[in-house]
């Protein structure tokens, strides 16, 4: 009985180290920082989407990230001080010639290579739930796909951070997330609408985040709760 203990024991190191050891590293890319006016307001609507092809991630622990900072989440966007909406857009392996920070660049709402505008597909949905006018939103975004259709490498210089993997090296799991943050008392309790590739309406944050993993192999199950903790950390870290 002690030696198989043992061995099982043995056996669940040997897993858990082998798990591990394939990751070599996470980042998170935005593009670009959002800085929210100072403010004594603690209630937030949510409302996450996801539009990619990996469906279990999610931002379902972001109501109890900020809940930690204090704030409320409540069911009314017009019961709240902030509307925070956010669409996973893409998850998925990148490949050497569209590396992470290139569909990351485009910035909120952008299309990701040669995809039309997925990001923006998702959005024209994205703000339903948000009443009458969470569909102004959702039409805005349909009418502004073609204007923003082909932005993309404009701010690719600026990214300095991470540095690209090697091919050779490493195999590069991503997800990105669209994220908007309206403050309602800046906007007079209105969402305004705004064009992709434009400056949002005062009192509108909006910004595009990747979470992104090394692996030495692929491996879509471990990368998931990887990116999902990211990306919720990173949207919560605004306020």
Do not use: W
């Amino acid at each position: 009985m002690a030696g198989g203990s043992l061995r099982g024991f043995l056996a669940i190191i040997l897993l858990t180290f082998g798990c591990s050891a394939n990751v070599r590293d996470t980042d998170l890319l935005a593009s670009n920082s959002l800085m929210l006016a100072p403010s004594t307001a603690r209630t937030v609507f949510l409302q996450n989407r996801n539009s990619s092809d990996n469906q279990d991630v999610s931002l379902h622990d972001l109501g109890a990230r900020l809940g930690a900072k204090g704030y409320q989440v409540v069911p009314d966007p017009q019961a709240a001080a902030y509307v925070v909406l956010t669409n996973i857009v893409y998850c998925n392996q990148t490949k050497i010639e569209l590396p992470v920070e290139d569909m990351v660049a485009g910035g909120y709402g952008s299309g990701i290579g040669s995809s039309i505008m997925s990001g923006l597909h998702g959005l024209t949905g994205m703000a339903s739930m948000a009443g009458p006018q969470g569909a102004l939103v959702g039409g805005a975004a349909s009418l502004g796909l073609n204007a923003a259709e082909g932005i993309g490498n404009a701010m690719g210089s600026v990214f300095g951070g991470p540095s690209r993997p090697n091919a050779n090296e490493n195999i590069n799991y991503a997800c990105i997330a669209d994220l908007q943050i309206t403050d309602l008392r800046a906007t007079g309790g209105s969402l305004p609408v705004s064009q992709p590739g434009t400056p949002p309406p005062s009192g509108v944050y909006q910004t595009r985040l990747a979470a992104n993993v090394h692996q030495k192999k692929l491996d879509e199950q471990e990368a998931t709760p990887l990116v999902q903790q990211r990306l919720s950390a990173a949207v919560a870290g605004h306020f």
